[in-house]
């Protein structure tokens, strides 16, 4: 449900004002207005489901292995110092 919320979301382009979402409480229709999307996930499994195709067509999708623990305390080794 909520990968589906996000599709019409970035479908619909989030650089103008967009009439995506509907309040079925006030019945009126929610503006959604110069907005970015930035995306991460990782591997399905443990909870997490398998990004839909119908959503990343929408995407730049950039998969990246997973990364050496040498590697990462190069990285970030003088943040957490």
Known sequence: KNMEHNR??????C????????DRKKHD?????NTTLLLCAA???GGRNHMTPR??????VL??????????????GSILM
């Open 63 to 76: 998969c990246m292995p997973p990364t050496s623990e040498e590697a990462m305390t190069t990285i970030f």
């Open 43 to 45: 591997p399905p499994g």
């Open 15 to 22: 650089s103008k004002i967009s009439r995506v979402f509907f």
């Open 55 to 60: 959503f990343t067509r929408h995407s730049l």
């Open 8 to 13: 019409r979301l970035s479908y619909c382009g």
């Open 29 to 33: 229709w929610k503006d959604i207005e």
